[in-house]
Structure formats: structure tokens, C-alpha cells
């Protein structure tokens, strides 16, 4: 009943407050910002992934501009000397404005990516937006091999969509899988924590099995080592697997997973557009919510 009310108040809490437990998971506002905390995840062994909060842009303008930014930060972390890469929102690029204006946009980025020597990464949102994802991907990957894509184990479609990425062989492509974190209607997804895990290792089997290089974006402790057993059954090379991992969440595994000579590689977001990200890390974790109303209370 707490934590019902708490997600109740959650969209009011002034943004001060909120930025008070905000930070722990963004960045901050500033590019620079950003790379301060790449350059520190580094000093420790972790690569990175530099994430420009935002999405489902007004107009072409602004979608351009956003793209502009992202080039500067890939530009950053070249000069930078950092193993990092950037992580983009199709509807921060225009998704919903246009299927070909996200497509011209992503692939001027990708063509600034393989200057930089850097993966692009498209990222999923929510299930509206798949069909439209996937075509953008295809149609991007056709022509530029340096680019990934998101898959969610959360949506019955996922595995269907995983034989239509493999059907002429997945030498090559490049996913992140994640259980996924919007909250999608039984009707198109999986609403009960078993059944998105059980999912999730059945697709990291198909992709690995197909010669994909996996991405496993988890702070579930049980399920990494469900993962870990399952790459040591297939004798999957160091080079096509690695652990992604969110900024400021559980770091006790990561040191546990790096020191088991797995890599982990951290999810840096940062921008002005920190609010409805934290709201959706806020809204998955009610636990981090007490921590809010301690802060509003004055009790730390």
C-alpha cells in the first residue's frame, strides 16, 4: 500500500527532490558531466554507453538538433581515447514524426560513428513503436555493419522478431537484450517476472546459437547466473558477450562479474531531459521511492 502511494505522488515531487535521488542514475545535464563519469568508470575497468536523455521530439528541428549533439558527443569520446558508444531513442530522432526522417537522421550518425570507430546503438521503446524500429534497423544495418539494436524479453513478439533478424545468418548483428522497462498490456507482453526471465535466456540461447553478439542488460543476480552457465555451454569467446549495466544500480555485481573476468559495460544517460527517465527508474524500483519521502521528510 506504501509503495502504491508513493507511485501516486511520484509525478508531483518537485524536481529539486527528485534531482536529490535522481543523480545517483543520471549523469548530469552537461556533456562534459558525462564524460567525467566515463573517465571514472574507465579508471575501474568498465566501458561505457553515452545515452542523451530525451525523446518523442516536436518537429524535424528538433530532431536534427539532436542529432547534432549526439555527433558531438561521439566526437568527445574519440578525442577522449574512451571505449564508449553512443545509445540513441528512435523517437528522440523523429520515429513518430517520420519513418524516413529517423532513418536519414540515424544514418548520418551511423556514417559519424564509423569515423569515430564507435558502435550506434538503436534502442527500443515501447510497443507501438516496434514494427517501425525494426524496419528503421534493417534498413540502417543494410548499409552500415558498426550499428545494434534493443530487443525486450517482456513482448511475446520478440522471439518471432529474433528469426526474422537471423533468417539469412546473425554474423554480424549486435543486441542489447533487456527485460524491458515499460510497462506494456498482457495482450502483447509478458506481466509476471518468471515468464520475461524464462524469456529472456530462451532468446539469449537463439541469439548466441546464431552467432549474434549479445549484450545482457540485467541486475538480476539469478538470472546472470543462468547466463553465465549458459555461455560456458556454448563456449562463447569473451569478444561476443558482455554484461550492460545501468548507472548508480546495484554496482555490488558488477565488481562481482568483472572480477569473474566478464566485462561490464555501464549505461551513462545525462541531459536537461533527466525527469521522466528517473520517473521510470523510480516507478521500477518502489524501494528507491522510500528514499524520496525520507528526503522530503528532511530525514537524508
Known sequence: MLDKALL??????????????????????????ALEVLRELAAHGHPGIIDILGEDV????????????????????????????????????????????ALELYRELARRCEQNRQLLRVEMEDHTTTDATLRVFEALHAEHAHTGIVLQ??????????????????????????????????????????????????????????????????????????????VRELDVPSERYEFQVLLGVQQRLWSEWRAAGHTVRVYVPFGPEWQPYSLRRLRKNPQILKHVARAALGLG
Open 8 to 33: 501516486a505522488v511520484l509525478p508531483h515531487v518537485p524536481r529539486p527532490l527528485l534531482w536529490r535521488v535522481a543523480k545517483r542514475y543520471v549523469a548530469g545535464t552537461t556533456l562534459a558531466e
Open 58 to 101: 516536436t518537429g524535424p528541428a528538433a530532431a536534427r538538433a539532436v542529432v547534432r549533439e549526439y555527433a558531438e558527443a561521439s566526437d568527445a569520446v574519440a578525442r577522449a581515447g574512451l571505449d564508449a558508444y553512443v545509445s540513441v531513442k528512435p523517437t528522440h530522432v523523429g520515429l513518430r514524426l517520420s519513418e524516413s526522417l
Open 153 to 230: 524479453s517482456r513482448l511475446l513478439r520478440t522471439p518471432a522478431d529474433v528469426e526474422r533478424l537471423t533468417r539469412s545468418g546473425a554474423g554480424g548483428l549486435c543486441v542489447r537484450l533487456v527485460k524491458g522497462i515499460y510497462l506494456e498490456p498482457a495482450r502483447v507482453a509478458h506481466t509476471e517476472p518468471g515468464p520475461i526471465r524464462a524469456a529472456f535466456l530462451a532468446l539469449a540461447r537463439t541469439l548466441l546459437e546464431r552467432d549474434a553478439r549479445v549484450s545482457f542488460a540485467t541486475h538480476d543476480a539469478g538470472l546472470a547466473q543462468g547466463l553465465i552457465a549458459l
